[in-house]
């Protein structure tokens, strides 16, 4: 039997017109009671990052089939209202995060298998970015099969999820290149201090590898001393470049989480014998470098080096988040909050988008919790 869905027909959330600049407006979206399968939602909070801001701009995203207009937003905490029949293992008060990427209509092999973050077909529908409306609403529904559970203690943080099941799914590619010589990666480069650089971080240490974080603030910022409370080694790339601050060390592993192409070839050239680098973040503008390509041949194929992009994740990848997430309010009590470096009301979506040298997440708060 349905619970019956107490709220008005119409919500406010944050709509903009795909392909047209600065279009971010405060309109309503109908609020409907969940289906057969389904969830009602209250979206709590809502994450912003690169992708929010490239639809905001006009350079990105798809609304849905026979509409004009997208509801951005795709890194959430929701709270389960109402659920609908046939629907267990979820009840009125839970938390949940839903799953960004949704299978193609084709119903390609990955997608069939649950791994939509490796559709064949580029038919996939992504909430908030491309065919799927987002969060930036204050209630929706959507299929309990496509939404993830988490405990009551991660109120405070869980909307950190879905950045982290990036870096999980990127993380656990890598081990996978690296599992082929039998001897686990121990010493670890992330390029970028933003949130998916220090998440990854915090994964890494917790996996074990010592592990250094370059960015471009200085050794005193908050970005740095989050790092260096996370266990990480951090280095400013400004005032002490990678090719001197690690002259002496070449790394097992190194995860590109700035989205500055140069950077990246610099940190390959840092790249150990059997390393594996794995690529996150997207570059923008038009960047050109010199680069002695045919030594860079040389180096990844003597020394069994791997260059891979990773993008997206799959349940399992967000259900690790909500695992290192929970590990974290303990034996890192308080560091994850202190990513949450800004907070904006529904009506202010793009105070939220405003970059700060020192910020790292913004996030939008959506509901009254």
Known sequence: MAVENPRDAMCQAIQVTPGKAHSARLGLEPTLAPKRGELGLKVLLCGICGTDAEIER???????????????????????????????GFRPGDLVVPIVR??????????KRGRWDMCLTGHYAERGIARLHGMLREHLTDDAEHCVHLPP????????VEPLS???????????????????????LVTGAGPIGILAAMVLRSRGLAVDVLDQRPVDSPKAEIVRASGSRYIDDRTQPLEESAKDVLYDLVLEAS???????????????????????????????????????????????????????????YEAAVRDLAAWQLSLPGLAERLITSRHPLAQFEAALTKDPDGIKSVVEVAAS
């Open 153 to 160: 203690e991660l109120r405070q943080v869980g909307v950190l």
């Open 102 to 111: 949704r299978p193609c209509p084709e119903g390609c092999e990955p997608c």
């Open 259 to 317: 989205g500055y192409a140069p950077l990246v070839f610099r940190a390959l050239r840092r790249l150990g014998r059997n390393g594996a680098m794995v690529l996150t973040g997207v570059t923008a503008g038009h960047h050109t470098i010199e680069l002695d390509v045919d030594a860079l041949n040389q180096e990844m194929v003597l020394e069994n080096q791997v260059l891979l992009g990773s993008v997206n994740a799959a349940r399992q990848h």
């Open 166 to 188: 990036i870096v999980e799914k990127a993380i656990e590619e890598t081990m996978v290149v690296q599992s082929r010589i039998g001897i686990p990666p121990r010493r670890a």
């Open 58 to 88: 006009g350079l990105y995203g798809e609304a849905p089939p026979g509409e004009d207009h997208l509801v951005p937003g795709h890194e959430s905490l929701c709270e389960v209202e109402a659920v609908g029949e046939a629907v267990t």
